[in-house]
């Protein structure tokens, strides 16, 4: 293989809501941290270990805002990026590292809408409709989602 590949996969809940920093020219763009699970049993103590990997997520302009707008903490999504390292002088004069996460595509697998929408009907053994179907609409009748 001639090329590389800088590709990452991830499904995991918000650790906090999505942060959103606005610049000059209309552009933004919205952090949030992403946790996922590895869950395995010590083969020593028979004990179930979960194990928690924290990911810094980076979505920018439009998928931003939808992400500020339909998502809070502990709302599960489907997240297609790419790593991006990058380094800033610190208030301290010190150089700072971080790895992020930058979002290509998304998916929201579930949602505080959903929970919201779940929680006030009354289902009787019945399976909950996927959050694909989902309708986002918001008050004003525009869908501004992108897909």
Excluded at 29 to 48: D, Q, W
Aim: hydrophobic share 30%; aromatic share 10%.
């Amino acid at each position: 293989m001639n090329g590389t590949l800088n590709k990452v996969l991830l499904i995991g809940h918000l650790g906090d809501e999505v942060k959103m920093h606005y610049f000059e020219g209309g552009n933004c763009i919205g952090r949030f941290p992403l946790a996922t699970n590895e869950v395995y049993i010590n083969k020593t103590t028979g004990e179930k270990i979960t194990s928690t990997e924290w990911h810094n997520i980076v979505v920018r302009n439009k998928a931003a805002e939808i992400c500020e707008k339909y998502l809070t903490k502990g709302d599960k999504i489907y997240i297609e990026g790419r790593i991006k390292s990058r380094q800033w002088q610190g208030e301290d004069g010190n150089t700072k590292y971080t790895t992020e996460i930058q979002v290509t595509e998304f998916t929201f697998l579930t949602t505080k809408k959903d929970t919201e929408v779940a929680a006030k009907q009354n289902f009787k053994g019945n399976e909950m409709e996927s959050s694909k179907n989902t309708n986002f609409d918001d008050s004003n009748g525009n869908d501004d989602l992108p897909f």
